[in-house]
């Protein structure tokens, strides 16, 4: 069975950091592609960054890019964001999600985990 698993989000003033973790279990990291989502109130959901499974490149939405770092532990099967200076638009609840090998950046991932609310207060 496919599980995605995220924790760390959590309550955090503007400027501030958190790093999600992504437990993943199922299927092999080694041969998909990886990424975060997120959808704020009122929103849809909205792909902030994904990682290419067969090269490691990683891409990022413009909004998100130079603050929000995506990393990998093979041994843990664990995907991380880390999340640096932190903007109150950035509140949302955040989704692990996978993917094709090449899908990323251009075609959409189609499973996703349940979900972590990431609040940023000014």
């Given at each position: 069975?496919?599980?995605?698993?995220?924790?760390?989000?959590?309550?955090?003033?503007?400027?501030?950091?958190?790093?999600?973790?992504?437990?993943?279990?199922?299927?092999?990291?080694?041969?998909?592609?990886?990424?975060?989502?997120?959808?704020?109130?009122?929103?849809?959901?909205?792909?902030?960054?994904?990682?290419?499974?067969?090269?490691?490149?990683?891409?990022?939405?413009?909004?998100?890019?130079?603050?929000?770092?995506?990393?990998?532990?093979?041994?843990?099967?664990?995907?991380?964001?880390?999340?640096?200076?932190?903007?109150?638009?950035?509140?949302?609840?955040?989704?692990?999600a996978m993917g094709g090998q090449t899908d990323c950046p251009i075609y959409p991932f189609g499973s996703w985990g349940q979900g972590t609310q990431v609040t940023v207060s000014l």
């Amino acid at each position: 069975e496919v599980r995605l698993v995220e924790s760390g989000g959590g309550l955090v003033q503007a400027g501030g950091s958190l790093r999600l973790s992504c437990e993943v279990s199922g299927f092999s990291f080694d041969y998909y592609g990886m990424g975060w989502y997120r959808q704020a109130p009122g929103k849809e959901r909205e792909r902030i960054s994904c990682m290419r499974s067969v090269d490691g490149t990683t891409y990022y939405r413009d909004s998100v890019k130079g603050r929000f770092t995506v990393s990998r532990d093979n041994a843990k099967n664990t995907l991380y964001l880390q999340m640096d200076s932190l903007k109150p638009e950035d509140t949302a609840v955040y989704y692990c999600a996978m993917g094709g090998q090449t899908d990323c950046p251009i075609y959409p991932f189609g499973s996703w985990g349940q979900g972590t609310q990431v609040t940023v207060s000014l």
